[in-house]
């Protein structure tokens, strides 16, 4: 299983921009899992960010992103999205998609498979 994260930049405060993640294998059926997004700072452990059902119906986040990030995911394309709007100087992380088998949720040790991130660094 595979899973590339891309879509990082360089923006400013207060602009918007898209994560995307594909996630591909050949035994690989994705709508058999869960997707999250998590992240990590400078300095920091890696954190929540993110998470989307296998159909898409659930989405959850942690509350410092709430009303700003938004988790979808297109099944048909075996893709998963972070839109990310209003973005502060401490969204600044590396952002890493990741899969996991059992239900939508916050614990990373719940997630069976990783990409390899992207950086997102928003200047103030």
């Known amino acids: 299983v595979q899973l590339q994260a891309s879509g990082g930049g360089l923006v400013r405060a207060g602009d918007s921009l898209r994560l995307s993640c594909a996630a591909s294998?050949?035994?690989?059926?994705?709508?058999?899992?869960?997707m999250g997004w998590f992240r990590q700072a400078p300095g920091k452990e890696r954190e929540f960010v993110a998470a989307?059902?296998?159909?898409?119906?659930?989405?959850y986040y942690a509350d410092s992103v709430q009303g700003r990030l938004t988790g979808s995911r297109d099944n048909a394309k075996n893709m998963v999205y972070l839109q990310m709007n209003n973005l502060k100087p401490e969204d600044t992380a590396v952002y890493y998609c990741?899969?996991?088998?059992?239900?939508?949720?916050?614990?990373?040790?719940?997630?069976?498979?990783w990409g390899q991130g992207t950086l997102v660094t928003v200047s103030s």
């Open positions: 294998g050949r035994t690989f059926t994705f709508t058999s899992y869960a």
């Open positions: 990741a899969a996991s088998r059992q239900l939508p949720g916050r614990d990373e040790v719940a997630y069976d498979y």
């Open positions: 989307i059902s296998r159909f898409g119906s659930s989405t």
